[in-house]
């Protein structure tokens, strides 16, 4: 099977080689040095500001998530959280389940946050502000220089999600003045599911330090404490944790995050270009596109986009993206994150060509 | 190096085997079926009622040790939690947490559950009870038909944590009368760290459907939901879900969970046996000790645990399982979970006689 969707991913041949490997036993100086070295190529990538700091999640993207908006905001707060998609939606219902008080920005689907919807919220006492940095479900890249200068004016604590859009898009936690940002393991960095890191700030240190919570597994005061001496409070994902440090230190050998965001841009555009001729119109428009996903629907909107994943699944040994929820029959999704070459973008191609022949699109 | 720690344990050849392979897009129907599959096997070997169901927990044990008692009880309870060890004290701890109304039996470290003890609690109003299976930080297996029938009469809903026990020793959710149990991936399945498993009985099911919870990410009601098509809420950690499928066929195809107990037992009076010539002495009785793990101390107690296991990581490429906190520099433990072979055992001996000879121990 070749993968195009947005996660798990294709991993590369240096990281299914170390699932190979028995996993070392980790309470030792060994693992805390390798987790120490982690914390430093995240913060790197991240482009957070000095004395950042990683906790180290086992869990998916969601459990980093909720761990962030449980331990970073509080009943005294009051946050704006954009909401444009299944993954906006997911902020805004971690935001009623912790009652955090808070305004949606609800957009529609594809489109993206502008400076006349944003001006809105200004000057209005907002202290924090959660957002994507990608849109997963619509494939939204977000103007995050908009968002950084709102939040440094308002002085509002910043969350951003870039689960899916690290390394993909561009990003910098300094530049966007960003005080806390996420990811996962399964996504552009093309590990096995099931961690996700959570890279916070001094300010957002000092909150989470602060700040009590009701929850022993996200508790992020104890990982961080814990990580002072390269240890989690419980046993973590140590095998993927084993290739995340391979993966860095090759992402810093091959020319670090700047060759990541453009191998990405590049693969991005390929595949855009490539389907020009086929009757796909993409969601977004160019410049709110992520280098991460491209989402697509039929010029023809009786076409059930949902039909178009199952017969590249079944017949061509191809995973596109379906989408949940109410996108469902109307879109699909083509991932460009982890180990995909030109060759299988080539093979996609052919198959939506071969799909159009038979009529099926 | 040989890995004689509690988790991650070495793994089978086969598992690693399937570490080298993509990870597949897992929204599928043919990804759900194995995910039935997983469940209905695990059902097998907890011994669980018919209708049990299973939850995937990506996480380490501690996550389903919260989730469950997050979800199966509430302020109206009053719970019995047996503390014998640092994995009982984190079930007080969790019990504090969540505000559940509890009385702890504290029992010296090492030292089992009896029936007298456990009659002072008879007939006082207990709703929940909480104990592990093998408290792991000691090597103590509870005597689980005092509990079970100590629960079934009080109409205690019962939880047990299996986690470490689950395969090595016997076990069974019916006979038992247990309600909730739960285990991990990287035990005696000897799967890679990152997955927790929760086999949940009728009534149980009954009770985490009407609690509401405050976590996304422990609402087990949204993980019973997901998984009646095989699916589980949020991006699980696919891989390991592969290798625990095989393991699990596996199991099945080499005798079941009787052999793998007898395997167990076995091996642990293996190892018991060869160190009768050493200065060490096992710290839980015959009759209340796991087969998974044997915590020793020195017969001289100014000898420091912690530096046995040091030099044996050092310079015999062995691992030994150190304690935390209080019984670090007294006790080390010997796990006998995971794909340990009788020459790796005779390789740990011939390092503890080498150590001796050096006067090291």
Redesign the interface.
Known sequence: ?I?F?V??V??DKET??L??????????PEFSSLMKENEKLLCKDFDAPQNSRVVFM??????SM?ACVQNLYTKNDKVLVVNGGSFGQ?LV??CE??EIPFEEIKLEYGSPLTKSILDAYDNKGFTGFLIQLCETSTGVKYNMDLVGNFCKKNNCLLFVDAISGFLADEFSMTRYNIDVAIT?S?KALSL????SFIVLNEKAQNIVNQNKV?????NLADYLKNGERGQT????????LIQLNEKLKRIEKNGGIKAENLKYSERAEYFRNKIQSLPFKIFTAPEDSSNCVTALMHTDPSVNAYSIFEVL?DEYKI?I??N?GDLKEKIFRVGHIGSISKKDINTLIKAFKALQKRGLI
Do not use: D, H
């Open positions: 099977m993968n969707t996660g798990p294709q991993m299914r080689k699932g190979l490997n028995q996993i070392p036993y980790f309470r030792t086992t869990g998916s993207g969601t459990a909720e997911r219902e971690l389940l912790f996962g399964q096995p599911p099931s961690l009701r929850s022993m597994y996200f409070p419980f046993t973590p994902a140590v095998g993927s699944k995973w993206c379906p949940g």
